[in-house]
């Protein structure tokens, strides 16, 4: 397939790791910034291929994982008011404080789980006496759609519909990291799919403020291998910019209406992010206008309690701190089929990739 067989190709990948060989002569912490990424690396078995001297940190790539449980209980307390919630697949095993989404589904409530936040949108058309509210979840690249739903809810006069919103934007994440005391990233690989909306100028001044070379890259194995060839060849030779590894997608710009029908609809906010805490202006939140259509406005479940695993280091795998493996619980009381946290469950968890894959 077109842009697909190629960049898996034997022998490309051969090549890409052959020169990094090549050129790498210090140990370097490289941090991929998307689950897809990760996914991809340990499926492909990328982590052992590399040189000893590159060594890759998963950072907090998946938005499943990083929803605080605050929202999960939010989800789940409007199930047991009646209301229809509708889901992506990923969301529906990740535990709350007390219980899932599936298992508030067991326990008699209404889930229905979407392929787009626009089914949710009819469902409200086609039962008016129901509340029907979407789960909008995601990074940059999932906001269009989620955006969207709300402007097709309005025309079509619909009341009944609203979305619950977590959506995470990745430049906050990346420079939270940075920030952090115990920092140890050299460079980072960015998110090909959030650049295919956003652009790539957001990363600018991070490069600069930091010193840091990012590098987009798409999710392929030659793509992977290739942006970390360019990662390295920056931090050899002392270098610090941003790299379009992924140009058959992304564009400097990027997707122009996209990002105005987002920015229609939302704007710029604290977000809570799970196992981490709050990062300021690093999530998209509901302008007032638009309150009719914000769950967490239009129900009575802002001040539920929050609360974390006792268990889970989620927090310390999402920043790179730790592997997965270095869990004492990682494939024993945590596994898929008993998750303690989000990254066993979500199809871009770092723990879900090891254990399925590694």
């Not at 590098?215 to 942006?227: C, H, K, N, T, Y």
């Not at 310390?316 to 469950?345: D, R, S, T």
Request: some cysteine.
């Amino acid at each position: 397939m077109k842009f697909l067989s190629e960049y898996r190709n034997p022998e490309l990948v051969k090549f890409y790791l052959n020169e990094i060989e090549k050129i790498v002569t210090k140990p370097w912490n490289i941090m991929e910034i998307c689950g897809g990424q990760t996914h991809s690396l340990v499926k492909n078995g990328l982590l052992e291929l590399l040189p000893d001297k590159v060594r890759m940190i998963h950072g907090p790539g998946c938005p499943v994982c990083v929803t605080p449980i605050s929202l999960i209980d939010k989800a789940v307390a409007l199930m047991e008011k009646g209301a229809v919630l509708c889901s992506f697949g990923d969301m529906v095993r990740v535990p709350g404080s007390k219980k899932s989404l599936l298992q508030a589904k067991a326990n008699g409530g209404d889930l229905r789980i979407l392929y787009s936040p626009l089914e949710a949108v009819q469902i409200a058309e086609k039962n008016p006496e129901k509340e029907v509210v979407f789960f909008a979840v995601g990074f940059e690249t999932t906001a269009p759609s989620n955006a969207l739903s709300v402007i097709h809810a309005q025309k079509l006069g619909l009341k009944n519909f609203s979305l619950l919103v977590s959506h995470v934007l990745v430049p906050p994440a990346m420079e939270a990291i940075l920030d952090d005391e115990f920092c140890n990233i050299d460079a980072f690989l960015g998110a090909g799919h959030v650049c295919t909306i956003m652009g790539t100028s957001e990363y600018f001044p991070l490069a600069e403020k930091y010193k840091i070379p990012i590098v987009i890259s798409g999710f392929e194995p030659a793509d992977l291998l290739q942006a970390i060839y360019h990662a390295v060849l920056q931090l050899e030779k002392g270098e610090h910019k941003v790299e379009n590894c992924y140009e058959r997608l992304v564009k400097d710009e990027g997707n122009i209406p996209a990002q105005k029908v987002v920015n229609e609809i939302f704007e710029i906010g604290t977000q809570e992010w799970r196992g981490i805490g709050e990062i300021p202006n690093s999530g998209l939140v509901m302008k007032e206008k638009y309150k009719d259509f914000d769950a967490s406005k239009k129900f009575d479940i802002e001040n539920l309690e929050k609360k974390e695993e006792n268990f889970c280091i989620a927090g310390e795998i999402l920043k790179g701190i730790k592997k997965p493996v270095e869990c004492p619980h990682f494939g024993k009381l945590c596994n898929p089929g008993n998750p303690l946290g989000a990254p066993m469950v979500s199809s871009e968890g770092a723990c879900a990739a090891y254990y399925h894959y590694s």
